[in-house]
């Protein structure tokens, strides 16, 4: 008899089984295997009214089983048999496809389904040749995808179904006109899917346009909001100069299984990468400038525990499922609250619980509100713990982690040698700092604004430009930028520019590169023009030659 994969509906009581959601009992072998025990919402909801053959528009959170939901009803109506293509999924990132492909491919194995992955940064030929053996599902990106299409280098498609995943995040990276071109070649008979983390205007217009009477649904956690209530939100405040003293700081003290550093563009990802990795730490980066084949790697090392952090701009986001990343930093704020949604979804995956925190300076406040307001999220303020409170951890857990450990044979032999020379009390100092030293902690004893600044902040008064920068004090402690450079240079003083005469001035209208708008330009009045004060234009000096190399 089959075994019975079961959910409990917390609200209603009622005993759900992935069964009773009309899975084959092939593809309920293949749940089983791949270690799901429980549907999700968004799959108990789902999967029934794609098996029914409606259009559908599905909203949840990052982390939810999204893929699952569509990739198992999908499978079901997918003839092996017939080696053309049927199933057609578009993802924003390379990443993603990869990560939707491998999941297909795992629960369509034992159906006899076949996936090919296209995008861009890889051989045409070689993802042409798989389109072409007999690939029932193809998962791909935009740009390639159109290319294909247009040059009509893998024939006519004709999916029955049609997937977009994340489509808000393809909103947000310029692809919605590549979408629209790409279904102008899509047959008119077909399963239209939609599914996304947010639901913003534009892509609510184009489900209207591209589905067919489709069936809304919209799954929240407890607490409602976009964001997900397994993650605990967390924000720091600190001046610019900071934030890398900061992330190291956090990591010490938070000491993540594996983590995520987004940052907002390639240099600060590189730069980030290259100070962690003089510090000891396992980490790599990942951005839009490392070819594919490096970028595939440093993933799977990531997810194969080889590596710990992953530093990375929005192009990690989207599609990297790996599921015991425990905490996420936002090195900068993302520009929209979606980002950010979709940033800290790497954490709290499927029902594992996760933090995230972002660093911003007192002026990005307002950006972290809208994000509160946007998403229904709660991030609460924290203090970043200083060197001394890290050290004592530290040591704290150093004492457990000895009294836990086992003792090594050889590890008596060479105890007993020491204590030929030394008492048991020296010998055990000298050990223990051995293993104090392994793990030093360094930086600065405080990170973060001054507490009483903090608290003015946060009581909602307006931050001042230095106390968004920090003190001149804190400047020159970065090698004098707070001061001039070069000769001394005499400070202005009001009073001597008030002494001067002053002069008639005419005001024009000058209109800027913008036709719609206009500034107003002051200008000297024409009588006070130099060339006018006595009837004779000054007289032009020759610039005395600085080069005589050059004569």
Same mark, same amino acid.
């Given at each position: 008899m089959k075994k019975s994969i079961e959910t409990s509906d917390a609200e209603g009581g009622t005993v759900l089984t992935f069964a009773d959601l009309g899975l084959s009992q092939t593809l309920l072998a293949s749940v089983e295997k791949a270690g799901f025990t429980t549907p999700s919402a968004i799959q108990a909801q789902v999967i029934p009214l794609i098996l029914q053959g409606k259009d559908v528009v599905g909203q949840a959170k990052t982390g939810t089983g999204k893929t699952a939901a569509f990739a198992l009803p999908a499978l079901q109506q997918i003839d092996s048999s017939d080696a053309r293509v049927q199933m057609l999924v578009i993802t924003p990132t390379r990443e993603l496809a990869t990560q939707v492909s491998e999941e297909i491919q795992r629960f369509g194995r034992s159906v006899g389904v076949k996936a090919v992955t296209v995008y861009g940064g890889s051989s045409y030929s070689r993802q042409i040749e798989g389109i072409k053996r007999g690939a029932h599902v193809v998962v791909a990106t935009p740009g390639r995808l159109l290319d294909l299409l247009n040059s009509k280098r893998i024939g006519e498609v004709r999916p029955k179904i049609v997937v977009l995943d994340e489509a808000d995040e393809m909103l947000d990276m310029g692809f919605l006109e590549d979408i629209q071109s790409i279904f102008e070649f899509l047959p008119e008979e077909r399963q239209t899917l939609l599914f996304s983390a947010t639901m913003p205007k534009p892509i609510q217009r184009l489900a209207q346009r591209i589905l067919r009477d489709p069936a809304f649904v919209s799954v929240e956690s407890q607490g409602g909001g976009l964001t997900n209530q397994d993650i605990e939100q967390r924000?720091?405040?600190?001046?610019?100069?900071?934030?890398?003293?900061?992330?190291?700081?956090? =990591?010490?003290?938070? @000491?993540?299984?594996?983590? =995520?550093?987004?940052? *907002?563009?390639?240099?600060?990802?590189?730069?980030? %990468?290259?100070?962690?990795?003089?510090?000891?730490?396992?980490?790599?980066?990942?951005?839009?400038? =490392? #070819?594919?084949?490096?970028? /595939?790697k440093v993933i799977a090392s990531f997810r194969e525990g080889r590596l710990q952090i992953l530093v990375a701009t929005d192009v990690a986001a989207r599609g990297l499922n790996v599921l015991d990343v425990s905490h996420v930093f936002n090195y900068h704020l993302p520009t929209n609250p979606e980002s950010y949604v979709h940033r800290i979804g790497r954490t709290g995956r499927a029902g594992r619980k996760g933090i995230a925190y972002s660093l911003l300076v007192p002026s990005e406040l307002q950006r972290v509100r809208n994000i509160k307001q946007v998403t229904g999220g709660v991030i609460n303020h924290s203090v970043i713990p200083s060197l001394r409170d890290v050290q004592k951890q530290r040591v704290t857990q150093l004492a457990q982690? =000895?009294?836990? &450990?086992?003792?090594?044979?050889?590890? &008596?032999?060479?105890?007993?040698?020491?204590?030929?020379?030394?008492?048991? #009390?020296?010998?055990?100092? +000298?050990?223990?700092?051995?293993?104090?030293?392994?793990?030093?902690?360094?930086?600065? #004893?405080?990170?973060?604004?001054?507490?009483?600044?903090?608290?003015?902040?946060?009581?909602?008064?307006?931050?001042?430009?230095?106390? #968004?920068?920090?003190? !001149?004090?804190?400047? %020159?402690? *970065?090698?004098?930028?707070? %001061?001039?450079?070069?000769?001394?240079? !005499?400070?202005?003083? !009001?009073?001597? /520019? /008030?002494? +001067?005469?002053? @002069?008639?001035?005419?005001?024009? +209208?000058?209109?800027?590169?913008?036709?719609?708008?206009?500034?107003?330009?002051?200008?000297?009045?024409?009588?006070?023009?130099?060339?006018?004060?006595?009837?004779?234009?000054?007289?032009?000096?020759?610039?005395?030659? &600085?080069?005589?190399?050059? %004569?």
């Open positions: 924000m720091c405040l600190v001046t610019d100069y900071e934030r890398d003293d900061a992330i190291v700081r956090l =990591i010490d003290s938070e @000491q993540p299984k594996k983590t =995520i550093i987004f940052c *907002r563009t390639r240099g600060d990802v590189d730069r980030v %990468n290259q100070s962690l990795l003089e510090k000891g730490y396992a980490a790599a980066s990942l951005h839009g400038d =490392i #070819e594919q084949r490096q970028r /595939e982690k =000895i009294q836990d &450990t086992d003792v090594h044979e050889d590890a &008596t032999v060479i105890v007993g040698n020491l204590l030929k020379s030394g008492n048991p #009390e020296d010998v055990a100092a +000298k050990i223990v700092s051995l293993l104090l030293g392994r793990i030093e902690v360094t930086g600065p #004893e405080k990170i973060g604004l001054p507490s009483e600044r903090l608290e003015s902040i946060l009581r909602g008064e307006k931050p001042s430009k230095s106390g #968004e920068r920090g003190s !001149r004090n804190d400047r %020159n402690d *970065r090698g004098g930028r707070g %001061n001039f450079r070069g000769r001394d240079r !005499r400070p202005f003083r !009001r009073e001597e /520019e /008030e002494r +001067k005469p002053p @002069q008639p001035q005419t005001k024009i +209208k000058a209109v800027s590169r913008d036709a719609n708008e206009s500034r107003p330009v002051i200008i000297p009045a024409k009588r006070d023009r130099p060339e006018n004060r006595d009837g004779k234009k000054p007289a032009i000096k020759k610039k005395k030659n &600085t080069r005589p190399w050059e %004569n």
